[in-house]
């Protein structure tokens, strides 16, 4: 018997270009219930009202996994048991991560959870897992060192996501480019 092979889909972009509704858009090409990983978290009334407006336009067809640090071990118990998780983002969950925790090897240990799961389900998985991050690479060089790091990693973070990839997009006003697959 063999086992179907989890397939990895990157999609990257800046802030607002369409990354989100275009994981959303080919997710839902899929029959069956849905995961949803959310990686925000309702801090303020803007990002409650941004929340519940997402959950609608996601529907029944959905399950949330509201997970703002532990994504490694969401993703590992829940591959293989949906046809489709959509991981939304990495840089917000890179974000919690620098300003929850001051070490920075509890950090790069989540990274590297994150990369060894990644791993996993591609061996294992039948799932199809969108993962949505931002690039943040292409502006300024921030001007403080937190902003800096967080740039940098998330720079890394991105080229570990894509390499293990099967598909990669660069969403740009709405318009995909495939960059890989």
């Not at 509890?106 to 590297?112: G, K, N, P, S």
């Not at 790091?149 to 973070?157: E, I, N, P, T, Y």
């Amino acid at each position: 018997m063999m086992v179907k092979k989890g397939k990895i889909i990157f999609i990257t972009g800046g802030a607002r270009s369409g990354k989100s509704s275009f994981a959303l858009k080919h997710a839902s090409l899929y029959s069956g219930k849905k995961a949803y990983i959310a990686t925000a978290e309702p801090l303020d009334n803007e990002m409650q009202e941004r929340i519940e407006k997402h959950r609608i336009q996601r529907g029944k067809e959905w399950d949330a996994f509201e997970e703002p640090i532990m994504i490694a071990d969401v993703i590992r118990e829940i591959m293989g048991r949906y046809p489709v998780i959509v991981l939304d983002c990495l840089t917000l969950w890179l974000s919690n991560l620098l300003t929850r925790q001051n070490d920075e090897n509890i950090v790069e240990a989540e990274l590297e959870k994150f990369a060894a799961v990644l791993k996993s389900f591609q061996g294992s998985s039948g799932s199809q897992l969108f993962i949505v991050s931002n690039e943040v690479g292409m502006g300024i060089v921030p001007d403080n060192a937190l902003s800096r790091r967080f740039r940098d990693m998330a720079g890394v973070l991105n080229q570990r996501a894509a390499e293990a990839a099967d598909e990669a997009y660069l969403v740009v006003s709405s318009m995909p480019l495939r960059i890989k697959g």
